[in-house]
Nanobody, 116 residues
Framework: QVQLVESGGGLVQAGGSLRLSCAAS????????MGWFRQAPGKEREFVAA????????NYADSVKGRFTISRDNAKNTVYLQMNSLKPEDTAVYYC?????????WGQGTQVTVSS
């Protein structure tokens, strides 16, 4: 089994920054990449960013390009999401996700609230 645990969420003012962490444990040896998603109340869960464990290739949603940076520490099986210039529209529960084989694994989510 694979477990993902997010941390680092909180309440910040618009223009502020937060750094989210996602620590993976269990049988992650076949995991190819890790991604961040977010979901606001009443909205669909949407893709935010992803990174490959091996090559470090990164992908971002257009809405966060230039503001968010995804990174990883392979030795710690941890992925980070540095969020700068936060906007109220970024308010959501942020989830990390990986895929092992054909099965997706999700963290429990961490709340990010950005006040105007």
């Amino acid at each position: 089994q694979v477990q993902l645990v997010e941390s680092g969420g909180g309440l910040v003012q618009a223009g502020g920054s937060l750094r989210l962490s996602c620590a993976a444990s269990g049988r992650t040896f076949s995991s190819y990449a890790m991604g961040w998603f977010r979901q606001a109340p009443g909205k669909e869960r949407e893709f935010v960013a992803a990174i490959n464990w091996r090559g470090g290739n990164m992908n971002y949603a257009d809405s966060v390009k230039g503001r968010f940076t995804i990174s990883r520490d392979n030795a710690k099986n941890t992925v980070y999401l540095q969020m700068n210039s936060l906007k109220p529209e970024d308010t959501a529960v942020y989830y990390c996700r990986t895929v092992v084989g054909l099965l997706p694994y999700w963290g429990q989510g961490t709340q990010v609230t950005v006040s105007s």
